[in-house]
C-alpha cells in the first residue's frame, strides 16, 4: 500500500503545518520544512504528489531513483523536483538539504483544479516536467515557511490565501489553460502576494481600500482586482472582510473585552457596522456568537 511521504523522511521536519490544527488548507496540502545531514531515502511508492522546493543557496550532488531510472545530477537553487503519486522514488543526498517539501491529496488537488481554475489535470503532465526552475513558485513556499517560523498561522483566513497561492503557482505548470489566462495570473508573483497580504495583517483596525491593495502591489485597481481573485479566489475586499471576522472572533473569546473595542480594532467604522457584517458573514450577531462560545 502506498506510503504517506511523511513516514519514511529519515528525519523530521523542523517545521510541519500539519501541527497547526485550525488550518482548512491542510485537507488539500501539507508543508513540511527540512535541513538534514547528508543522508538517504530508500525506493518507495507514495499516495500523495511530492513536490520538493530546494531552497539550498549551494549547490550539492543528489541521486533520485524514479521507477528504476537513476538519475545522477546537482540541484541548484531554486530548483523544483515533482514526484508524483504512485511513482516508486528513493533519494540520496551528498550535502545539508535545506528543502521545503509540500505534499497533495492528488483527488483533491484534481477537484480544485477543475472547479476552482477550470483546469484539466492528468497524470502525465505531472510525470512530463518532473524538475524545473522557478524562483516565483519557491518563493511561495519560503511565504509558507516564514509563516510556520514565526508561528504566524494563527489565521486559517491567511494561510488559506499564502497555500492557494503556492498551488495556483504549481499548477500553471501543468494546467491545461487559455494563454492568456496563465499569463494573467502569472503576473501577480509571490511577491505581490507577501506585500499585500502583509499590508492587510498591519493595517487591520484602518480603512483598506481596492486602491490602497492596488497601489502596495504597484498595479491599476481594475487589473489588481482580476489577478487577485484569479489566484485566491476571491475579491479584494472579500478577502479583507474574512480576515476581519475571523480576528473578531478570536478577539471575542476574551469575554471581558467590549465588542466596541473588538470592532474598532478590525477596522469597522463602528459597532453597528461591525454587527452587520458579522451577521451577514456569519448569520448571527457578535452577542450571540459570544455567548454561543462561552455556554
Not at 509558507?144 to 504566524?152: G, P, T, V
Not at 476581519?244 to 473569546?253: D, L, N, T, V, Y
Request: hydrophobic content about 40%.
Amino acid at each position: 500500500m502506498p506510503k504517506r511521504y511523511a513516514e519514511i523522511y529519515p528525519s523530521l521536519p523542523l517545521l510541519n503545518s500539519e501541527a497547526m490544527q485550525h488550518m482548512s488548507a491542510a485537507s488539500l496540502m501539507s508543508v513540511r520544512y527540512f535541513q538534514a545531514q547528508p543522508d538517504t531515502m530508500p525506493e518507495d511508492v507514495f499516495a500523495e504528489h511530492h513536490v520538493l522546493l530546494n531552497i539550498c543557496q549551494t549547490p550539492h550532488r543528489v541521486q533520485n531513483r524514479s521507477d528504476g531510472e537513476m538519475r545522477d545530477f546537482t540541484i541548484e537553487p531554486n530548483e523544483i523536483i515533482v514526484t508524483p503519486a504512485g511513482m516508486r522514488s528513493g533519494w540520496r543526498w551528498f550535502g545539508t538539504s535545506d528543502v521545503i517539501i509540500v505534499t497533495l491529496d492528488p483527488g483533491k488537488v484534481q477537484d480544485f483544479a477543475q472547479k476552482e481554475l477550470g483546469m484539466i489535470l492528468d497524470r502525465q503532465q505531472l510525470v512530463d516536467l518532473p524538475q524545473f526552475k522557478d524562483a516565483d513558485l519557491v518563493a511561495a513556499g519560503v511565504m509558507l515557511r516564514d509563516a510556520l517560523e514565526q508561528d504566524d498561522l494563527t489565521s486559517g483566513v491567511m494561510f488559506e490565501a499564502m497555500s492557494r497561492v503556492l498551488l495556483v503557482k504549481l499548477l500553471q505548470k501543468y494546467g491545461r489553460r487559455r494563454p492568456e489566462e496563465v499569463a494573467l495570473s502569472a503576473k501577480f508573483t509571490s511577491a505581490h502576494s507577501s506585500r499585500v497580504l502583509a499590508y492587510i495583517r498591519s493595517h487591520l483596525d484602518q480603512t483598506i481600500g481596492l486602491d490602497d491593495l492596488a497601489r502596495e502591489a504597484g498595479m491599476s485597481p481594475s487589473h489588481f482586482s482580476r489577478v487577485f481573485k484569479e489566484t485566491l479566489g476571491s475579491t479584494p475586499m472579500q478577502y479583507v472582510m474574512a480576515y476581519r471576522i475571523e480576528q473578531a472572533m478570536k478577539m471575542m473569546g476574551d469575554a471581558a473585552r467590549p465588542l466596541g473595542e473588538v470592532a474598532l480594532a478590525c477596522g469597522f467604522a463602528d459597532q453597528a457596522h461591525f454587527s452587520r457584517s458579522f451577521k451577514q458573514i456569519t448569520g448571527q450577531t457578535p452577542r450571540a456568537f459570544r455567548a454561543n462560545q462561552s455556554a
